[in-house]
């Protein structure tokens, strides 16, 4: 995530707030193969990227809040 710290909140809430529907999925679906145990080879996924992922969910189901939440994201 370029131009943000990685691990502040604020500034992630920020950023995904300004993305489009299409932009915001893409981003998710990359936070959560980042978060993935195949992708950190087993290791516990870094925080940052579980931070990441919970504001893009958080956005979306406060764009969408009769959606479900699907699980690809």
Known sequence: MQGADPGNAGE???RVRK???EEL????TFCKSMC???TNLDKPSPDAWTVQLQEARAEW????P????????
């Open 25 to 28: 999925l893409r981003y998710a």
């Open 61 to 64: 189901r406060k764009r969408h």
């Open 66 to 73: 009769d959606l479900p939440l699907s699980e690809s994201i």
């Open 36 to 38: 993935s145990p195949d």
């Open 19 to 21: 993305m489009s529907d």
């Open 12 to 14: 992630i809430r920020e």
